[in-house]
């Protein structure tokens, strides 16, 4: 236990770049903080002790603004980067060496039964406001950019990005703590045609009027 928290601090201070010590990072940081719970919580779970598990499950959230059901499962050095609004639901399992920012949702889509959330896999980045929807799979090494909502799945080392997000492959590329930060400078396909048919647009206009002017 205390080898993973040394390791979860570890963590975060090589992700955040305003993290100045462990001890700050153990002390002040809402997303540490919930992760410890989340595991005290999931002993609970799986002991079948579901009501002192949910209590302090709620507690968490109340203290911490993350909601973390108490059987999903994490992974190893998961970074919640500031935190507030992030929801994991109850079938969510998340490997290791991911990092999410504010307002993530791991959710499922209605109210079927068994497996209804997503499988996040190692070293996946999930940007700010992003909604990962259904019983599916985000491969490793990939990154979904901020306010996308992925609605299938999303093979590794991968970029998803828009609504509903599609993705942008990067083969063969590993990320590293320093660019997978940056979450803006991704490559947008929607913006991409949008310019190709304002291009077209202008194109016929000038058809156009060099028809009216003979």
Sequence with gaps: MFKNLRETIDAYKARDPAARSSLEVLLLYPGVRAIIHHRIANWFYRHN??????????????????????????GKRLVIDHGMGIVIGETAEIGDDVLLYQGVTLGGTGKD??????????????????????????????????????????????????????VVRIAGEKVDYVSEVDQIHVTDPIAVELAALREQLELLESCITKENDK
Excluded at 49 to 74: D, L, Q, V, Y
Excluded at 139 to 146: D, E, K, L, P, Q
């Design 49 to 74: 002790m579901f009501f002192i598990a949910r209590w302090i499950s709620n507690r968490n959230r109340r203290r911490t603004g993350i909601e973390i059901h108490p059987a999903a499962k994490i």
């Design 113 to 166: 039964k068994g497996k209804r959330h997503p499988t996040v896999g190692d070293n996946v980045l999930i940007g700010a406001g992003a909604k990962v929807l259904g019983p599916f799979k985000v491969g490793n090494n990939s990154r979904i950019a901020a306010n996308a909502v992925v609605l299938k799945e999303i093979p590794p080392n991968s970029t998803a990005v828009g609504v509903p997000a599609r």
